[in-house]
């Protein structure tokens, strides 16, 4: 009999288990809310709260809402957020994940310390347009330079002041590499200042999750299309052993990559909720034994 195993250390992060928890403390008072933004980077999530009276909008929909309560999710939000909700009347629900909320809060210190001729270039390593990128630029008046990779750091005007800045769930590793190149080309003189702004739920989950993946013949990796500390757990998973699968649920499973594996792991990304990982593995107990798992 296979061996199916869930890894322990896969499942929500703080933050997103924050902002779970006020929303379904509100929904069981009220039976809705509103939700600027998916809550979470996974659609299985999202639907499950809708099912519980959640709303997700988007920003054009905020501005034509007054007198609700608005839940905001921990990937944060810019201060412009913040000043539509109090002119239409919002009650904010403010579940911004703790560390992001430091780290708007450096970036916009960065950006008041001086006056607009002295500024330095503030440059964030993320992915541009996620939301908590679009929070963290909204900091700086929509003027910080988004960079994605270190190929885009031609960009940098190395003849100016620069703080590096990261988003919270991108690779260490990356950053160190971008840190290393803007060293490499800064004009003499010129002051460099950086700062890793890492969550460290993702970064220390990167060693973990490689000696879970080496341990098991075969992968899956539970994982919604717009996380992105998905993308960078999985390529570790990958890297790691190369029989690794990124599937969204249980129906993607393809029953060619059960064959003659014994050991088969489950994990997922801080986005993956624990239920769904259950549920992939009670769905492989189906397919592996020919019959309905034990409930």
């Not at 998916?38 to 999530?45: L, P, R």
């Not at 916009?108 to 006056?115: L, M, R, W, Y």
């Not at 990167?206 to 717009?226: D, S, T, Y």
Request: negative net charge; aromatic residues 6%.
């Amino acid at each position: 009999m296979s061996e199916i195993e869930i890894d322990n250390g896969s499942g929500f992060c703080f933050g997103v288990t924050t902002a779970i928890s006020k929303a379904e403390e509100e929904l069981k008072k009220t039976g809705h809310l509103y939700c600027l933004g998916d809550i979470v980077h996974n659609s299985n999530e999202v639907t499950r709260l809708e099912q519980k009276g959640l709303e997700t909008i988007t920003h054009e929909q905020l501005r034509e809402l007054h007198d609700v309560k608005v839940l905001l999710r921990a990937h944060g939000e810019p201060p412009e957020t913040y000043e539509i909700a109090r002119q239409n009347n919002i009650e904010i629900i403010d579940a911004t994940c703790p560390v992001v909320l430091k780290l708007q809060q450096r970036i916009a210190k960065s950006f008041g310390s001086s006056t607009p001729g002295e500024r330095p270039q503030i440059v964030i390593y993320g992915k541009r347009g996620h939301a908590e990128v679009n929070g963290l630029v909204g900091q700086t008046s929509g003027t910080a330079l988004v960079i994605e990779s270190v190929e885009e750091i031609d960009k940098i005007d190395y003849s100016r002041h620069i703080i590096l800045y990261s988003q919270t769930t991108k690779s260490l590793q990356g950053f160190k590499h971008i840190v290393e190149e803007i060293k490499r080309r800064i004009q003499p003189g010129v002051q460099f200042e950086y700062y890793d702004t890492i969550c460290r739920s993702v970064a220390n989950r990167i060693p973990q999750i490689r000696q879970f993946a080496q341990q098991h013949e075969l992968i899956l990796f539970v994982c919604g299309n717009k996380s992105s500390n998905g993308r960078i757990l999985f390529a570790e998973c990958r890297d790691a052993n190369p029989e690794s699968y990124l599937i969204s649920n249980e129906t993607q499973i393809d029953p060619s990559w059960l064959e003659g594996k014994q050991r088969i792991g489950i994990c997922g990304a801080t986005s993956t909720p624990r239920w769904l990982m259950t549920q992939v593995k009670d769905h492989l107990t189906e397919l592996m034994s020919g019959k309905p798992a034990t409930p």
